[in-house]
């Protein structure tokens, strides 16, 4: 069966420290992969979404960026954080029609 | 590009009553539209979906309609259950295309 992780499930980190969160899907192949923030209490806002390797659409102009290095590795970057990127990233794959959420890290920039 | 929009933003129903959580979307050649139940510091779960080609689904207390002609689709909860309680969201898209999610219902049911 398909599992989907990420890590860290919380973190704090000071304004202008640097972000990396990876996202790792198993029991797939070539899956589309997508970043979602959600603000508290809020809907989900799409980040960036990938349809393969080194293959990546964003869809907000932002202090983020994303990575996929693998097949099945999505990771999710800042050099520099800002207070507006607190929230909860999730992490989600798809095959056909079908999408799944991971579990999410909640990220607080202090 | 696809537009969902979904009401209510809140809904409170007593435990045993039923639930109903209505979305409207814009592009007329969207044919897949699933829902999510999230609980408080998780992941959005996908519980039920539906696709254009089915005006009805069901799944024990669950079930969604869908009326292509209107371009809306419902969310139906019988016998509710606390456990019910959450936030919902829906999301409407082609096959393999992005998903485009409803702002969510946060749904309490009360003892």
């Known amino acids: 069966s398909q599992t989907i992780h990420q890590w860290p499930a919380t973190l704090v980190q000071p304004v202008g420290s640097p972000l990396s969160l990876e996202c790792t899907v198993e029991?797939?192949?070539?899956?589309?992969l997508y970043w979602y923030r959600q603000a508290a209490g809020r809907g989900l806002q799409l980040l960036f979404y990938?349809?393969?390797?080194?293959?990546i659409s964003s869809e907000v102009p932002q202090n983020l960026s994303a990575s996929r290095p693998q097949d099945r590795q999505f990771i999710l970057s800042s050099k520099k954080l800002l207070l507006s990127d607190s929230g909860f990233y999730l992490c989600?794959?798809?095959?056909?029609?079908?999408?799944?959420f991971g579990p999410g890290t909640r990220l607080t920039v202090l | 590009g696809e537009n969902v929009e979904q009401h209510p933003s809140t809904l409170s129903v007593q435990e045993g009553d039923s639930a109903v959580i209505k979305c409207t979307y814009s592009?007329?050649?969207?044919?897949?539209f699933p829902w999510y139940k999230q609980e408080l510091g998780k992941g959005p779960q996908l519980i039920i979906d539906i696709r254009s080609n089915v005006g009805e689904k069901k799944d024990q207390r669950i079930a969604v309609t869908l009326n292509k002609t209107a371009k809306h689709f419902s969310l139906h909860i019988t016998e509710t259950q606390p456990e019910d309680s959450a936030v919902y969201f829906c999301?409407?898209?082609?096959?393999?295309?992005?998903?485009?999610f409803g702002q969510g219902t946060r749904l309490t049911i009360n003892p």
């Open positions: 999301a409407a898209s082609k096959v393999a295309q992005k998903l485009v």
């Open positions: 989600a794959w798809r095959v056909v029609s079908e999408q799944f």
């Open positions: 592009d007329s050649a969207s044919n897949y």
């Open positions: 029991g797939t192949s070539n899956p589309n």
């Open positions: 990938s349809v393969g390797i080194g293959q």
